[in-house]
C-alpha cells in the first residue's frame, strides 16, 4: 500500500502546471506537501498558487532546483511535489531568515519554538520517530553554519536536506514557504511518522594519494587562491591532470576532491574557476586544508547498494525523498550512465531535486545523494500481518 503520492507537471504557466499537480494529489489530506520547481517560473507567483491550491495541507515547503527528480526520473524545467499524508505523519515549519546576518542564538531560539511547537500536543505512541528537513538557499554560503546550529538544537533528531539551485547560473535561488517565496533564507520542517524509515546515502567516491594543501584562501566567500604555493587553478588542473582551459562544472564533476573529517572522506565540490585564478567551492574550505584527489567506483552499483539496505533494513519502499548533487547528474551525462540511473530512481519512486549541496545529519557535504526512505506502518501490537 502507498499512502505518500507523488505528483509531477511540465506545462510552461503555472495555472496550468499548478492544476495538473492538484489533479494529481487529489483525494487525500496532507501534512505537508513539498515542491520542488526549475528556476524558471516567477517564484511568488508560484508561492500563492500553491497554497490556494492545497488549503487544506497543513504545511507547505520546496525550493528551486538545478533538475527535479519524478516520476521520469531526472527531469528538467518541472516541478514534482510530493505529499505527506496526514494520517501517517504529523509536521511542524518554520522559516529562518536573513542568512547573511546569520545569528545563532537566534536561530537556536526559532528552531527551540518549533520544536515546542511539534511537542504541544503530547507524544503520540504509534511514531516511529522524528527527523528535520531543511531546504537553504543554495548560494547563501550558510550551510555550515545553519546546519550545525539546526541539528545542535535539535539534539537527537537528526537533520537533512539540501541547497536550492537555479540549474547552473548562480544568480538567485529560493526557498517557498506557505504561500510565499523567499531568498537569503531557509526553511525547516520537522517530521514525525507513523511509517518505517531509514536514511539513505551514497557517495562513490574514494580518496587518491594525490594531495593538495590549501596555502591561500578566503574562507568567509569559498574561495581557494592559492593549491600548495601555486594559483588554485592551475594547480587544481596540474594534479588531476587537464589542460587548465577544459575547467568547467563537467571536468570539476569527473575530478572530484575530498577531505578527512571524523574518519570519513567528504567530497568538497568546485564549482568555478574566477578570473584571478581562483577557485569557488560549493562548501566551506579554508587554509591548510588538505585535499586529496579522489576517483569513482560504479555509481550505479553504489546506489542500488545503498537502496538495498534501506529495502533490508524497513522492508519494501513506498518513497525516497532525496536532494541529488547537480555534480553527480554532469558526471553521469559524461559517462554515458544517466538514463539507466535515471531508471533506477524512476524504479525505486525516488522524488526530490538536484541540489547545490546536500545536508546529511546537520553536516553539509557535496555530491552526494542524500535521502529518507518510507517503507509501510509499523504494525501494532496484535494486528494481523
Do not use: W
Amino acid at each position: 500500500m502507498r499512502s505518500i503520492r507523488v505528483a509531477s507537471s511540465s506545462a510552461d504557466s503555472i495555472s496550468q502546471a499548478v492544476s495538473e499537480l492538484t489533479t494529481q494529489l487529489a483525494g487525500q489530506d496532507y501534512a505537508i506537501v513539498l515542491f520542488f520547481c526549475a528556476d524558471s517560473f516567477d517564484q511568488a507567483g508560484l508561492a500563492v498558487a500553491m497554497r490556494s491550491s492545497f488549503p487544506g495541507c497543513t504545511s507547505l515547503i520546496g525550493c528551486t532546483t538545478a533538475g527535479e527528480i519524478g516520476p521520469a526520473g531526472y527531469q528538467h524545467n518541472s516541478i514534482v511535489a510530493i505529499g505527506l499524508p496526514a494520517g501517517d505523519f504529523s509536521v511542524t515549519t518554520a522559516l529562518l531568515p536573513q542568512l547573511d546576518e546569520f545569528n545563532i542564538a537566534d536561530c537556536e531560539q526559532q528552531v527551540r519554538n518549533a520544536l515546542q511547537r511539534t511537542t504541544a500536543n503530547g507524544p503520540d505512541n504509534e511514531m516511529q520517530g522524528q527527523f528535520a528537513f531543511l531546504l537553504i538557499d543554495g548560494l547563501s554560503r550558510r550551510e555550515e553554519a545553519l546546519g550545525k546550529a539546526v541539528q545542535l538544537t535539535l539534539g537527537s533528531i537528526p537533520v537533512i536536506g539540501g541547497s536550492a539551485g537555479d540549474s547552473l547560473q548562480f544568480r538567485q535561488t529560493c526557498v517557498f514557504h506557505d504561500n510565499s517565496a523567499h531568498t537569503n533564507a531557509a526553511v525547516l520542517a520537522i517530521i514525525s511518522t507513523r511509517l518505517r524509515y531509514c536514511f539513505v546515502k551514497a557517495q562513490h567516491f574514494e580518496p587518491t594519494a594525490n594531495r593538495m594543501v590549501i596555502t591561500g584562501a578566503r574562507p568567509e566567500a569559498r574561495v581557494v587562491t592559492e593549491i600548495n604555493g601555486y594559483p588554485a587553478a592551475t594547480e587544481y588542473a596540474r594534479i588531476v591532470g587537464i589542460p587548465p582551459e577544459r575547467l568547467n562544472p563537467d571536468a570539476f564533476a569527473a575530478f572530484p576532491v575530498v577531505v578527512r573529517v571524523g574518519g570519513q572522506e567528504y567530497v568538497r565540490s568546485i564549482q568555478k574557476v574566477n578570473p584571478d585564478n581562483s577557485l569557488s567551492f560549493y562548501c566551506a574550505i579554508d587554509k591548510g586544508v588538505v585535499l586529496s584527489r579522489a576517483v569513482g567506483v560504479d555509481p550505479l552499483r553504489n546506489l542500488i547498494t545503498a537502496l538495498d539496505a534501506a529495502d533490508a533494513e524497513i522492508g519494501p519502499l513506498q518513497a525516497v525523498l532525496a536532494c541529488d548533487c547537480i555534480l553527480r547528474n554532469l558526471e553521469f551525462k559524461q559517462s554515458g550512465q544517466l538514463e539507466e540511473i535515471s531508471a533506477l530512481l524512476r524504479q525505486r519512486k525516488v522524488t526530490g531535486f538536484l541540489s547545490f549541496g546536500e545536508l546529511h545529519r546537520g553536516i553539509h557535504v557535496n555530491q552526494t545523494f542524500n535521502g529518507i526512505a518510507f517503507g509501510q506502518a509499523a504494525r501494532r501490537e496484535g494486528q494481523e500481518a
